[in-house]
């Protein structure tokens, strides 16, 4: 065990680069939004000024309007594609100009909550909380133009989840013209079958074109998206990072953004219910440019266990997650292992990621789910001790996938071991 949590320590350590950290040597040369956050979790077991600068950084590149992107190229690398020349946002350090899930409001409370260092806590906590809220309002401004209660993504690398099945149908509507051919680096760093295929790169890239044709305008990018996707797992993740938010910001006597951000994790939760399936036991995407749930079972339907959903719908998260524990040896898997289109070592298309098992253990545990919750720490701590700090690991036979000294797997390792 202190074996595991010095070596999560050493993998922090090495891909820190002062006032950010890389995902991984190589494959990710820069820093990643989402990745960032989670891994400031990490560093606060060892280094909590460390932690807090992790997020001041990423939220020293957050754009006018509010959206923090996605990467920020802080230094030249030539071995990552799309870099700065692709995107041509023009912001003073280059970034991207998409977002990613918003989980720093999350991190932000969690690091305040178990803070050694209070004074440092509260003062940080302070100065990022208009920062995070702004990047929330920012969310249902845009992205929810037609004030559903729920946002869409208008790129799949914005889930995250970049390559799952969920997109598969919304990707293949996007077309390919007047894309200028590009060359691929990520699979010249990663097994190229643990990666997306080119025919979904190309896409990615002519949507990359598509918005930077609209000159990064974030109030025209929806609407000018010919992929919208209402993705549960990100609503719930932004929800969240909302209900965080409210909290922290009665503690610092702050109402107006408490009672905001109230008001938005509401309408939040109770909009999600709309994306529920009796029949495959989750919540579901929806493709917002047809009008038409996505029916495909992946791990972004069981992410809102993560929000403060109705008992009953984490119960059923519980029972669905128990389910899929027979077909898998190592829970949770990005998509269902019995489904056609499942691939155990493609990146999003079955993996099991330890970020996903966190968050989704860390709402079962505030859901009274603790039977399942012990299994998906049992699996992730196996997953570990077997294939050490990879990216994703296969569900059913733990290999080791992507990339490997990955940062936010070792972060997970501290928040679940120290
Ligand atoms: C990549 O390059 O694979 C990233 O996930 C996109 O942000």
């Not at 990005?334 to 709402?363: C, E, F």
């Amino acid at each position: 065990r202190q074996k595991l949590i010095d070596q999560a320590e050493q993998v922090l350590r090495r891909n820190d680069r002062g006032s950010y950290t890389v995902p991984t040597h190589g494959l990710y040369p820069f820093q990643w939004n989402w990745d960032s956050a989670l891994s400031a979790l990490g560093f606060k077991h060892f280094d909590e000024a460390r932690a807090w600068t992790e997020v001041d950084t990423l939220f020293a590149h957050q754009w006018d309007d509010g959206m923090v992107p996605h990467i920020i190229f802080h230094e030249r690398d030539e071995g990552y594609f799309p870099g700065p020349d692709v995107w041509s946002t023009g912001r003073p350090v280059p970034t991207s100009g998409i977002t990613q899930p918003p989980v720093a409001g999350f991190a932000i409370r969690r690091m305040v909550d178990e803070a050694r260092d209070v004074d440092l806590a509260l003062s940080r906590a302070r100065d990022l909380l208009p920062k995070a809220h702004a990047w929330h309002e920012w969310f249902y401004r845009t992205r929810d133009p037609q004030g559903t209660g729920l946002v869409a993504i208008i790129h799949p690398w914005e889930s995250g989840r970049d390559n799952s099945v969920d997109w598969d149908a919304a990707l293949d509507r996007v077309s390919t013209e007047g894309v200028q051919p590009f060359q691929r680096r990520d699979i010249t760093h990663a097994n190229p079958d643990h990666r997306p295929t080119h025919a979904q790169y190309e896409r990615y890239i002519k949507l990359v074109q598509t918005f930077r044709e609209l000159d990064w305008d974030t109030s025209k990018l929806h609407d000018g998206s010919p992929f919208q996707v209402v993705d549960p797992g990100f609503n719930a993740i932004l929800i969240r990072s909302c209900e965080d938010l409210a909290d922290l910001a009665e503690r610092l006597d702050q109402p107006e953004i408490a009672a905001a951000s109230r008001a938005m994790a509401l309408r939040g939760v109770a909009a999600l219910e709309s994306l529920w399936s009796d029949d495959l036991g989750q919540y579901l995407c929806y493709d917002r440019k047809i009008g038409a749930p996505i029916l495909s079972p992946s791990v972004g339907g069981l992410i809102p266990a993560f929000a403060a959903i109705p008992e009953h719908r984490a119960a059923g998260i519980a029972r669905r997650i128990e389910e899929l524990g027979k077909s898998c040896e190592y829970l949770i898997p990005s998509h269902d292992p019995t489904a056609p289109d499942y691939d155990g070592r493609r990146y999003w298309r079955g993996p099991a990621w330890l970020i996903v098992n966190y968050m989704i253990a860390d709402g079962l545990t505030r859901a009274g789910q603790p039977e399942i919750v012990a299994r998906i720490m049992e699996d992730s701590l196996r997953l570990i001790e077997r294939s050490g700090f990879a990216e994703y690991y296969d569900p059913i036979t733990a290999e080791p996938c992507g990339g490997a000294h990955f940062t936010w797997t070792a972060a997970m390792v501290l928040e679940i071991l120290d």
